[in-house]
T-cell receptor
């Protein structure tokens, strides 16, 4: 089945450790995104990538890093520099829209990160 | 800057009641896109609908309907004859044309609880 997978579903880490969240898609989508969701808040964009080996910062990129070595994969590393990393992380993907059209983003099931 | 406001933090209804989720947006662009997503307890965001700013025609899909009014910058979502399975957090989102999918702004979400 086509879709987006994120692993693991739940992740626990000690404070000060880097942790990498996985995101894989087999939808042949060009663009991929990482969002952070905090309780009672909407989604905030961390990073996005439109093409392999290229990515751009979103609104809250500080303390995070990403890579896009393959079209299908867009892992997110939460570094020790992120001061409040406990949150729900959602990965999404989409086709790249032509100038007069728009393609919705499809989301993975998310990873809930808890830093102890 | 674009902004999405979902003033209703939580709504609770009894099964079979109709319920309307409000969404008000702000944008300076004349071309933009509006979305609704559903987030069930599992966490994954499910795409419900996309509208572009040139199409104010209301849409109905089964028990779901959407009322887009540019005059009031609103894109409200109504569920008719609600069911327990409708319980979820619903997000409204906005993206301005030309951003190529990169800048989707989400509201804070409305948590809908449908009681049997």
């Amino acid at each position: 089945d086509g879709g987006i997978t994120q692993s693991p579903k739940y992740l626990f880490r000690k404070e000060g450790q880097n942790v990498t969240l996985s995101c894989e898609q087999n939808l042949n989508h060009d663009a991929m995104y990482w969002y952070r969701q905090d309780p009672g808040q909407g989604l905030r964009l961390i990073y996005y990538s439109q093409i392999v080996n290229d990515f751009q910062k979103g609104d809250i990129a500080e303390g995070y890093s990403v890579s896009r070595e393959k079209k299908e994969s867009f892992p997110l590393t939460v570094t020790s520099a992120q001061k409040n990393p406990t949150a729900f992380y959602l990965c999404a993907s989409s086709m790249l829209a032509p100038a007069v059209s728009y393609n919705e983003q499809f989301f993975g099931p998310g990873t809930r990160l808890t830093v102890l | 800057a674009q902004k999405v406001t979902q003033a209703q933090t939580e709504i609770s209804v009894v099964e079979k009641e109709d319920v309307t989720l409000d969404c008000v947006y702000e944008t300076r662009d004349t071309t933009y896109y509006l979305f609704w997503y559903k987030q069930p307890p599992s966490g994954e965001l499910v795409f419900l609908i996309r509208r572009n700013s040139f199409d104010e025609q209301n849409e109905i899909s089964g028990r779901y309907s959407w009322n887009f009014q540019k005059s009031t910058s609103s894109f409200n979502f109504t569920i008719t004859a609600s069911q327990v399975v409708d319980s979820a957090v619903y997000f409204c989102a906005l993206s301005e044309a030309g951003d190529n999918n990169n800048d989707m702004r989400f509201g804070a979400g409305t948590r809908l609880t449908v009681k049997p």
